[in-house]
């Protein structure tokens, strides 16, 4: 049984700096391109960052560009999302899931997992 475990989101203030992790089990990373996507109340959820099996292909929508950084380590079967310089606007949950492309708009897996809370405010 697939299994993604989001986890390092929390409360910064404009300009600060989180790192997200997702750390998956019952399915072999390194096979999966995987991606971040955050979902914003009332929207569908939106892909913020991919990455391909390797790490060699990544995706980021410009509105993150130079500011996320999205990586991969599959020894530990985890994917990371380096945010820096947060704004108020990336305020919302975020979540990982297998994608077909770095560019995906939907997940593999019907299953998400909880997400992680990340709340940037004053």
């Known amino acids: 049984q697939v299994q993604l475990v989001e986890s390092g989101g929390g409360v910064v203030q404009p300009g600060g700096s989180l790192r997200l992790s997702c750390a998956a089990s019952?399915?072999?990373?390194?096979?999966?391109?995987m991606a971040w996507f955050r979902r914003a109340p009332g929207k569908e959820r939106e892909n913020v960052a991919g990455?391909?099996?390797?790490?060699?292909?990544?995706y980021l929508p410009n509105s993150v560009k130079g500011r996320f950084t999205i990586s991969r380590d599959n020894a530990k079967n985890t994917v990371y999302l380096q945010m820096n310089n947060l704004k108020n606007e990336n305020t919302t949950v975020y979540y990982c899931n297998s994608v077909e492309s770095v560019r995906s708009k939907t997940a593999r897996f019907e299953t998400w997992g909880q997400g992680t809370q990340v709340t940037v405010s004053t």
């Open positions: 019952g399915l072999i990373l390194r096979d999966h391109i």
């Open positions: 990455i391909s099996e390797t790490g060699g292909i990544k």
